[in-house]
């Protein structure tokens, strides 16, 4: 390991940020290093413009994947080099706002019943049910479930930041029937050593195979989360506490939400019907 490379990984961990996050920084900037075959601290501005171009350009890389390399860039020279360089030299792209992929109710179920594997059957059914992050419920431990209160303890979510979110009645049996067959001993969903948690992306792998073979679409964790959160606001549940429940810092971050409540949607009429009934 370079000495720039650990210490840029000193300066994020005594910030706190995840180990998620770390690592994911550490590949942006190595990515960086690697096209141009050179030590990061003999480039410059010009060197950094040259690659987001190439991201945009060449490899039309999405505006999400393009701002990480950006915030990955940004520590690295203004926070690990102490470049006294303008910050908005580093530009992020403009995120398109979009409407978060939702699955019906009923869809939900049928990815559920079409999982026969008791451990990933468990892993999905407490990603939706608690509104979890892919990290999130790779890191569960078996005492984050307290069935005597019915909360599930999560721990260091996204911002380093502990929450305690509802344990569904329905998601106990399952649990129960998972940890009967697997006896996992510490994590709740250990990786295959048993000795360490599962990892976000044997996550992401479970819930997209479960998908495609039961609903016939390629989702992801957040999609899962993202179906949880307009579920609950269609029943009426406060948007402060759904905030509560992901976990956001702002309510901006759960206000979209707000937007793709289809019960919502389908129960306004539209101006052409009100000019008609007038009619």
């Known amino acids: 390991m370079t000495p720039l490379r650990q210490r840029m990984i000193e300066d994020l961990t005594i910030r706190g940020l995840a180990q998620n996050t770390i690592d994911t920084y550490i590949?942006?900037?190595?990515?960086?290093?690697?096209?141009?075959?050179?030590?990061?601290?003999?480039?410059?501005?010009?060197?950094?413009?040259?690659?987001?171009?190439?991201?945009?350009?060449?490899?039309?890389?999405?505006?999400?994947?393009?701002?990480?390399?950006?915030?990955?860039?940004?520590?690295?020279?203004?926070?690990?080099?102490?470049?006294?360089?303008?910050?908005?030299?580093?530009?992020?792209?403009?995120?398109?706002?979009?409407?978060?992929?939702?699955?019906?109710?009923?869809?939900?179920?049928?990815?559920?019943?079409?999982?026969?594997?008791?451990?990933?059957?468990?892993?999905?059914?407490?990603?939706?049910?608690?509104?979890?992050?892919?990290?999130?419920?790779?890191?569960?431990?078996?005492?984050?479930?307290?069935?005597?209160?019915?909360?599930?303890?999560?721990?260091?979510?996204?911002?380093?930041?502990?929450?305690?979110?509802?344990?569904?009645?329905?998601?106990?049996?399952?649990?129960?029937a998972y940890y009967r067959a697997y006896r996992p001993n510490e994590w709740l969903f250990p990786g295959q050593d048993g000795k360490r948690h599962i990892n976000s992306r044997s996550v992401y792998r479970v819930l997209s195979d479960a998908a495609a073979s039961a609903i016939g679409k390629r989702i992801s964790p957040h999609t899962l989360r993202h179906s949880c959160a307009t579920h609950l606001l269609e029943v009426g549940v406060n948007i402060r506490v759904v905030q509560g429940f992901l976990g956001h810092r702002r309510l901006s971050s759960t206000d979209r939400y707000s937007h793709v409540s289809r019960d919502q949607i389908t129960a306004t009429k539209s101006p052409l019907d009100l000019i008609t009934d007038v009619t």
């Open 27 to 176: 590949g942006a900037v190595v990515r960086f290093a690697r096209y141009f075959g050179r030590s990061p601290e003999r480039l410059g501005k010009e060197h950094v413009r040259a690659f987001q171009v190439h991201l945009a350009c060449d490899k039309h890389v999405s505006t999400g994947t393009l701002n990480i390399y950006v915030s990955a860039l940004r520590f690295l020279y203004t926070i690990t080099l102490a470049k006294d360089w303008d910050i908005k030299s580093i530009p992020y792209a403009k995120t398109p706002k979009k409407i978060p992929t939702v699955l019906r109710q009923d869809e939900v179920l049928r990815l559920f019943a079409g999982i026969t594997n008791l451990k990933h059957r468990a892993i999905v059914m407490t990603t939706y049910a608690a509104g979890l992050r892919a990290s999130e419920v790779a890191r569960l431990r078996i005492c984050d479930i307290d069935s005597r209160r019915m909360l599930i303890h999560v721990r260091q979510g996204k911002g380093a930041k502990d929450r305690l979110v509802p344990l569904a009645q329905a998601l106990l049996e399952p649990l129960r």
